[in-house]
């Protein structure tokens, strides 16, 4: 972010990192970001009915062997153990290629349903693009088997980033993707879950700056929760790594899940709706989910980059290793708030 980007101009109480100090009865009084000091980039988090945490996450070169879809579970948000590989087999489109990310995994009662982004062979398209897919399995670990072919097909990069989410009001089935410098959209999904609902048309949510140049440039990696009768829209922008790595999350609310969205900039009249940006330890914070723990408390569940390592291997491009990062969110005048990574004991969740 540029130096125009701080906490500051939001004029939000209690700016910059979470507080703690508080005892949990967890036994476990505080955590220490990061909670996962392994690459592990765009992290999506659900609750099992065993009791676990299960974070899903884009693919990995670990101990020589890429992980398609990673996963990884935790009792607390905290203590994290790998599962292994959620998406073992390629799908049959996408053989030739090794670029599968941003899963999103959501329950019926029966089945997991994962979605996911990928690149597919080029033999399925005159020319290579990206796709949205989606893929099932009875265990939340997973094998997860794709259904045979993409959801969505496209040339650029619009068709990114899915998240699933049931809506509490309506009951319908809704997906949200994008964006390759177009707007975020959502789209209701049949009952099935596996293609969209007959007569659906995608909507368009959240549109990057039309100013040249301006910040934000792209918006990607939606997530979706209803709190205090309102539908908040998480989202992030601009560049996630690479050496312009600058990426940061901002927030837009509705009272629908389907919009229309205010952004946190539009309602407050501030320079940017930014909730979770960089500080001198960890660089572009983003791609962020959503979870509650026990005690009902919110948390944010992201990835950034540690300054002091910023890839796996010297022969990475810099700025490509991103680990798991949880902070508490709190909530001022209807919006939520974190401010900066922290860095220092914080007062860990209830599991």
Known sequence: ????????????PGSGQSGGGASNPSGKDC?????????????????????????????TLRDGEWLNIQVTRSKNLVEWEHVGDALPKRPSWAQTTQDFWAP????????????????????????????????TSDSPTGPFTDMGMPLLLGMGFEYIDPMAFDDPVTGKHLLYWGSGFQPIKVQELAPDRMSFAPESAP?????????????????????????????????????????????GVMVARSE?????????????????????????RWLAPGHNCIVEDSDGEVWIVYHAIDVNKPRQTQEDEINSRRILLIDRVEWHDGWPWVGTPSHEPQRAPVP
């Open 1 to 12: 972010m540029t130096a125009s980007l701080d906490s500051h101009e939001l004029n939000f």
């Open 31 to 59: 955590y220490v970001n990061p909670v996962l000091d392994e690459d592990f980039p765009d992290p999506a988090v659900i609750r099992a009915s065993d009791g676990y945490y299960y974070a899903y996450g884009t693919q």
């Open 104 to 135: 999103s995994v959501i329950f019926d009662g029966k089945t997991y349903f994962m979605y996911f982004s990928a690149t597919p062979d080029v033999c399925h398209h005159h020319e290579r693009g990206h796709a949205l897919a989606v893929a």
């Open 203 to 247: 909507i368009d949510l959240i549109w990057p700056n039309g100013k040249h140049g301006a910040f934000p440039r792209l918006v990607e990696a939606s997530w979706v929760i209803r709190h205090g009768g309102f539908y908040y829209l998480f989202y992030s922008g601009d560049n996630c790594c690479g050496p312009d790595a600058d990426y």
């Open 256 to 280: 629908h899940a389907t919009g229309p969205f205010e952004t946190l900039e539009q309602a407050k009249g501030v320079p940017h709706s930014l909730i979770l940006f960089k500080n001198d």
